[in-house]
């Protein structure tokens, strides 16, 4: 098992004729991933990667039976463009687009109450179940199949990680980027569920970073409702102060949005804090021995 | 991104707000002739983005257009330190010069994007003229919060609500609530992502008068909202973040070391900057350099480096993924071809198309300490900029 993606995960690509779409639609396929569908509003009836590309979501899955879309609609169209994939039923929408307007995002997730889909993103790297399906942008080829899940916001420090663990010989269930904005629209909490659930997932690797309160309501959910270990790692211990540090949910507004403070919560709650980011793997492989 | 308390009284102006009478100075002389204008006692205010700027002698109540020409004239042209910002302090070019009020309350009131609910969120207070972080700590009890479903907008119950619980009365009821919707409308309209009157102050003929104001706004948003855009004063940004913009580098942030790093991704960035002190070394920089298609940044960032004096080593760390490697390894032998590289610099790489980008560098022949993994590469430019030799 693993969560959100697998064998039976039927992708849609939301903006496949573009440039970036188009690369990573064909990465994903390179990897194994069923790509069944692309979407361009005006382009439907042609082919894009040897992929139908339909005018709208609900048709697209109407023929396709899609049931994940991956979106890469630049950011003023973007939100308009989950909203569609919401309609339409999608029960799982990754949105890797970077820079959507907040108040767009307020929208979108007004509109996600009592709907089924769930998003993952924006401004996030995808997911991938490693062997399985990869539904995002990032390096296939560094994952391993295996039992330690990694939920986290950032991207480039997520392959970090997992090439810190494949090297070390531990496999990934999945991997989960859940996007560096201030409102994700799966938080760790969500994630952490899932994995907690899953048979297949034995640990998990947590990645926060400075800014908002999510690694709080974290440690909250881990003191109270896993079981399974949990090796935990922020981002940004030297960040000054009222800076946006490149993710726009990176920045640290009150005392709650401080390293120190997520890290002292994050303890609290018994997970394993990794003292540097060179030494996550490490900090899990111990983790993993002491189960 | 920031504007001036004078801009953001404006829009509040314009969305029906009160406000004191006044205007922007940029010399002692104009500041008179608005004090004239006003015609009673004036306050002269430092116009800077920094707060703190009471404590630190920024405002200044006078009791004629003589003195407000003096006290524009001994803030003009110079740079103000407060306690939010460094000790070199920030340039005032300007001052707000406007009409002294005759203050009963000071209350406080505020909209922001909720990261917990993901909704707008007012807050409200009593206790204004304050920070709002100190208040919540101290007297969580004087603090009123209001979600704000987008789809509906802000309700006049949920005004009046927030009205009770800043202890307002009779007509001032329904003046506070019709201020509300105002703010709620402006920070929709403009995509604020804070919008703050503090104080909110009750004069003493009951009314209600936002007397100091904060807006700031979602910077994914500006390609919508030119005219705020407009509003940008670089002056009083960093000069290196402003100039590292020019170069196309939107995301560089100052620091006090004196490693200058470029990283691909912002999360990967904070954490070489982590590692980089966990090595006992301070970081020159923040710099996530994006996903590239071609050189230029690259090379525009080791232009920054080497303008930068205080740089006494680099560190290159770049996990390919939407970059890739090759691209960053043409950009690193571009920059040694065009300048000259005065301080050691350490690489490493790792993703995307990394042989390609490994060939590259070797064989351009150029200098550099190659790093084998994230740690080493953060221990041997710690190494490198303490002048230690390999």
Not at chain 1, 142 to 161: A, F, K
Request: glycine share 10%; proline share 4%.
């Amino acid at each position: 098992m693993s969560i959100l993606v697998n064998e039976s995960t039927r992708l849609l690509v939301q903006g496949i004729t573009g440039n970036e779409g188009s690369f990573h639609a064909q990465r994903c396929i390179e990897y194994g991933t069923k790509v069944v569908a692309g979407v361009t509003p005006g382009k439907g009836g042609s082919k894009q990667l040897g992929v139908p590309v339909f005018n709208t979501v609900e048709k697209a899955m109407a023929e396709t039976g899609a049931n994940a879309s991956l979106l890469f609609v630049p950011p003023a169209f973007a939100a308009d463009g989950i909203l569609e994939a919401i309609d339409a039923g999608m029960p799982l929408v990754v949105c890797i687009t970077e820079g959507i307007p907040v108040l767009d995002t307020v929208k979108v997730h007004r509109y996600l109450r009592g709907k089924s889909t769930r998003l993952v993103g924006p401004n996030c790297s995808g997911v991938i179940s490693p062997g399985k399906c990869k539904a995002g942008i990032m390096v296939g080829e560094i994952h391993l199949p295996g039992n330690v899940g990694i939920v986290s916001r950032s991207g480039t420090l997520t392959y970090e990680v997992v090439s810190q663990l494949t090297s070390l010989g531990i496999g990934q269930s999945t991997c989960v980027g859940i996007g560096g904005d201030a409102l994700p629209g799966s938080t760790f909490i969500d994630i952490l569920e899932l994995f907690e659930a899953d048979r297949d997932t034995k640990a998990v690797v947590l990645i926060g970073e400075i800014g908002g309160t999510m690694e709080q309501e974290a440690a909250e959910f881990i003191s109270h409702k896993m079981t399974k270990r949990v090796v935990a790692f922020i981002a940004g211990s030297t960040a000054p102060p009222g800076k946006r540090m490149g993710h726009a949910g990176a920045i640290i507004t009150g005392s709650a949005g401080k390293a120190s403070e997520k890290i002292k919560a994050l303890s609290q709650a018994r997970a394993i804090i990794a003292r540097h980011p060179a030494e996550i793997g490490l900090t899990t492989r111990k983790a993993l021995e002491n189960l | 991104m920031k504007v001036h308390e004078y801009q953001a009284k404006a829009l509040l102006a314009q969305y029906g707000i009160p406000v004191p009478r006044g205007r922007v100075a940029f010399s002692p002389s104009e500041a008179r002739d608005i004090a004239v204008e006003i015609g009673s006692k004036p306050v002269v205010k430092a116009q800077v983005y920094a707060g703190g700027r009471g404590k630190a002698g920024g405002i200044k109540t006078v009791n004629s257009p003589a003195e407000a020409e003096t006290a524009a004239s001994q803030l003009i042209g110079t740079r103000l330190v407060t306690h939010q910002t460094g000790p070199e302090g920030v340039p005032v070019s300007k001052v707000l010069v406007e009409e002294a009020s005759d203050v009963t309350r000071e209350l406080y009131l505020s909209i922001l994007v909720d990261g917990t609910s993901r909704l707008p969120l007012m807050i409200a207070s009593e206790a204004g003229g304050m920070e709002i972080e100190e208040v919540a700590q101290s007297t969580p009890e004087r603090i009123f919060r209001r979600d704000i479903d987008p789809a509906i907008g802000f309700q006049l119950f949920q005004g009046r609500k927030l009205a009770y619980g800043m202890n307002l009365n009779g007509g001032q009821i329904s003046e506070a609530t019709r201020l509300m919707t105002n703010l709620y409308k402006l920070f929709i309209d403009k995509d604020c992502s804070l919008a703050e009157i503090n104080p909110l102050v009750v004069t003493s003929e009951g009314k209600l008068l936002a007397l100091d104001a904060k807006l700031s706004f979602d910077d994914n948003a500006l390609y919508r909202q030119k005219d705020i855009q407009e509003l940008q004063d670089k002056e009083q940004e960093e000069p290196l973040e402003v100039e590292a913009r020019d170069w196309g580098i939107d995301n560089y942030v100052k620091m006090d070391g004196n490693i200058g790093c470029m990283v691909n991704g912002a999360g990967l960035a904070m954490a070489v900057n982590d590692l980089i002190q966990h090595c006992d070394g301070r970081a020159a920089n923040f710099l996530d350099i994006g996903t590239l298609n071609n050189t230029a940044r690259v090379v525009n960032s080791f232009k920054m480096f080497v303008a930068d004096p205080r740089i006494k080593a680099v560190l290159v760390n770049i996990f390919g993924g939407m970059a890739r490697v090759d691209v960053i390894a043409r950009g690193i032998v571009e920059a040694y071809q065009q300048m000259n590289i005065p301080f050691p610099v350490v690489i490493r790489l790792a993703g995307t198309n990394l042989e390609e980008g490994q060939r590259i560098l070797a064989e351009s022949g150029i200098s550099f300490i190659q790093a084998k993994d994230f740690y080493d590469s953060a221990y041997k430019v710690v190494e490198a900029a303490k002048g230690v030799t390999k």
